[in-house]
């Protein structure tokens, strides 16, 4: 199976198994930078959307958002809930294989929130495609567990992570960036469980200057 198949396989029986109503409230992390870092709303692309938490908030807001996964089933359920909320004209599901194809097109915010995988696929590659896919004046936001929460994949693994400065070097972006923030926050998380732990993340949110 190539690893295309791998990461549909994998994320079809991830979201197969949760309740279709975990990953549906916005991560706070990204409501706050959003609230922040932009004046108005536009256009929004949202890889690894999962259940559309994110994506659905940002269009009850204004945003035009295309959000993107690789499983069908979570497509399927963001589509429900955007129409549940009363905005599926501004909600595009759009299943890619980030590693296979990419959205056409520049977007005024672009955002991978916990884009991470236990499938092997080329994620800084990813990410600077994101990059690129970011209009001029618009923001790209990455935001990436540094901690190993109770509930993840890796529990029980010596994970080193890294720092958010080298995951802003990483994204090799040249010129043409300002970096509005590059930190690591604890916050505390709610599991699929409905466990709690305290995490950290790192935290990156830059512009790209006009």
């Known amino acids: ?4 198949g791998k990461s549909a396989t994998f994320w079809e029986n991830h979201y197969s198994r949760l309740d279709d109503q975990w990953g549906t409230r916005p991560n706070a992390v990204l409501k706050d930078l959003v609230t922040a870092l932009t004046t108005a709303p536009g256009t929004a692309l949202d890889l690894g959307c999962g259940h559309g938490g994110d994506a659905i908030w940002l269009a ?3 945003w035009d958002v295309t959000a ?3 499983a069908q089933t979570a497509l399927d359920r963001v589509a429900a809930g955007a129409r549940a909320t009363g905005v599926s004209d501004r909600v595009h599901p759009a299943r890619h294989d980030l590693a ?3 959205p056409e097109g520049q977007f005024d915010l672009v955002s991978a929130a916990y884009f991470h995988t236990p499938v092997d696929i080329p994620r800084a590659l990813v990410l600077h495609r994101a990059a690129q896919a970011v209009a001029p004046g618009g923001l790209l936001i990455v935001v990436e567990h540094a901690s190993v929460a109770p509930w993840s994949w890796q529990a029980g ?8 400065a080298e995951s802003l070097a ?3 972006l040249g010129d043409g960036w300002q970096t509005e ?9 709610t599991g699929p469980q409905g466990q709690i732990a305290t995490v950290t993340d790192n935290v990156l949110a830059l512009r790209r200057t006009p």
């Open 100 to 102: 296979e194809s990419f």
């Open 1 to 4: 199976m190539t690893n295309a």
């Open 157 to 164: 693994q010596d994970v080193r992570f890294p720092t958010p």
């Open 181 to 189: 923030r590059c930190h690591a926050p604890q916050r505390t998380a």
């Open 68 to 70: 993107v996964d690789v």
């Open 170 to 172: 990483a994204l090799h």
């Open 60 to 62: 009850t807001h204004g």
